[in-house]
């Protein structure tokens, strides 16, 4: 036996519901803690509501360091980071004597400080630039969807409230028209809008109420249990009412940019996720999470309801010259992001944006460079806007459209000349039957793609290509695979995105703590020598 392990207690050295152990030496702080109280420790906490249910044992600045400690070891429950300042010997050298917050207390901290945690996070990006950790050049924006807490059969479908929706407003006007029947209402027109029938309905309700009849006996069916009609008009009546009143709630609650919500998280939408543990393509609730990275730092942070990236580019670019007191030159993003509109906003912004076209890989491909059905593969005529076939005929604009996914202006081209004859038909037209070429041709997309492929060829451009990568989805690999942030633990899309902010906070403090522990202080990154 080991001598060492023994009487590390003693039979009588301990009381009730305590245990001293014999112990005496000084902790030294590990790289992590030490970066964590270096950035986090000078920062102003006074905005912070630290009026709690009960008087506050800790304050906001201990608080927050806390849960993003606790976040940088990958525990974001309330109740596992509620028994870590019971144990963990930094979260009881921050508490100083204080008793441990329960797990109440932090979720009421994370709740009511939304705004606070905000600005907290900001003020972190400006305490790494102080310290020359930032470029302050190019910002590299993605995103990623993570899963809500909500349960994934949750969903409600708005197309399917929808239709439900004008079933029972149908149901309405049967009703209405069988009151008149029995002379319970006034005659309204046809074509009344449903908001009249509504409050017609209501009259009617009212009307056969004061009727001395058993409405509140409970509904018997079966043989013997014949209801008056009065009656049974009243009870369909009041359900159905009661229903479009549900409906009309859901619906606003899904709006108009969406067509999916949660019924236990309501911010929540239905989407594609990354992970499908059962292959089938499941829709799962979510969120769009994005964020904008400089020096493998994370600068920015944004959420939404959207499936695509198309409109999270501005909102992001805003939220950052609001909150940072530097501007950025240069923007570089995915092919998510490549949308005409996000374009001409960076344009009119200043920047110089290195976005990869949606058509890069395959536009390199030789079927693509050959195939003459392409309005890229054919001459364009700016001036007169047409096109000219590989045939010589020319394609003249029928009409413009707005495509409703990307918000994009095209024109509807179509040849002048019968192409039933034509010898290139079969390369141009493929297996179509109409006798004519017509073709969608996304002209002022079209040119601003080919200025951002002609930014993406240069030197500098081939570098921020490569390792766009690195900046903006190295920060999620941080994130989902290394602290396994895989799901979120609260309700909202306040809540959640306060949960993604002291996330991000940790991951900063993390990568801060690895350039400090190699000694790489002072060297923001690999391409500040091209800049």
């Known amino acids: 036996m080991n001598d060492y392990k023994q009487n ?59 849960i993003i400690y606790s976040y940088m070891l990958n525990t974001y429950s309330s109740r596992n980071i509620e028994r870590l300042c019971k144990r963990d010997m930094f979260a009881l050298a921050i508490l100083s004597g204080s008793s441990a917050p329960d797990h109440t207390t932090i979720n009421r901290f994370i709740q009511r400080n939304a705004n606070p945690i905000d600005e907290l996070f900001y003020d972190v990006v400006k305490k790494l630039e102080e310290k020359g ?5 190019t910002v590299f924006q993605d995103g ?32 209405l028209n069988k009151a008149n029947e029995l002379g319970l209402s006034l005659l309204l027109e ?3 809008d449903f908001q009249s029938v509504y409050n017609e309905l209501i009259v009617v309700k009212n009307k056969i109420k004061e009727i001395d009849l058993p409405f509140d006996a409970p509904l018997k069916k079966g043989r013997g249990n014949k209801q008056k009609r009065l009656v ?21 609650l899904i709006g108009d940019n969406r067509n999916s919500m ?103 491909t030789r079927n693509y460079k050959k195939d003459i059905g392409k309005y890229q593969n054919m001459a364009y005529n700016k001036e007169e806007d047409y096109f000219t076939c590989a045939n010589g005929n020319k394609l003249e604009r029928i009409k413009t459209c707005i495509d409703k996914r990307s918000g994009s202006t095209y024109g509807v081209y179509k040849c002048c000349e019968s192409c039933i004859d034509c010898p290139c038909r079969t390369k141009c037209m493929k297996k179509s039957t109409k006798e004519c070429k017509e073709m969608n041709a996304y002209i002022e997309h079209w040119e601003v793609r080919d200025k951002a492929r002609t930014l993406l060829e240069t030197e500098k451009g081939i570098i ?22 895989r799901r979120f633990t609260a309700f909202g899309m306040r809540r959640v995105f306060s949960q993604w902010l002291l996330m991000c906070i940790a991951v900063n403090v993390k990568h801060y703590t690895n350039r400090h522990y190699n000694y790489q202080l002072d060297e923001p990154d690999w391409y500040k020598d091209i800049a």
């Open 464 to 485: 921020l290509r490569q390792n766009r990568s690195i900046m903006a989805e190295g920060c999620f690999a941080q994130i989902k695979a290394n602290n396994k942030l």
């Open 8 to 66: 590390i207690t003693l039979s009588d050295a301990y009381g009730q519901g305590y245990l001293s152990l014999f112990y005496d030496f000084s902790s030294e702080l590990l790289p992590h803690e030490m970066a964590l109280l270096e950035l986090l420790e000078t920062l102003d906490y006074s905005n912070f509501d630290a009026s709690l249910k009960r008087e506050a044992n800790i304050d906001p600045k201990s608080m927050a360091i806390i």
């Open 190 to 192: 046809e074509g009344n």
């Open 262 to 364: 949660s019924k236990t998280d309501p911010d929540a939408t239905f989407m594609r996720m990354k992970e499908d543990s059962m292959g089938n393509g499941q829709l799962k609730p979510g969120y769009n999470i994005q964020i904008a990275a400089d020096a493998n730092y994370i600068v920015g942070a944004t959420i939404s309801c959207d499936r695509t990236d198309y409109e999270t580019c501005i909102p992001m670019i805003e939220k950052l010259e609001e909150k940072l007191d530097w501007k950025y030159t240069n923007y570089c993003a995915d092919s998510g992001y490549d949308n005409v509109n996000n374009y001409n906003y960076l344009k009119g912004k200043g920047y110089t944006a290195y976005i990869k076209p949606q058509d890069w890989e395959i536009s390199k």
């Open 133 to 137: 950790e930032l470029l302050k050049e």
């Open 232 to 252: 049974k008009h009243y009870k369909q009546i009041c359900e159905d009412l009661k229903k479009v009143n549900d409906y009309d709630i859901l619906l606003a």
């Open 144 to 175: 990623t969807k993570i899963e809500s807490r909500a349960g994934k059969y949750t969903f409600v479908w708005k197309g399917a409230v929808t239709k439900n929706a004008e079933k029972c407003e149908k149901r309405l006007r049967q009703y």
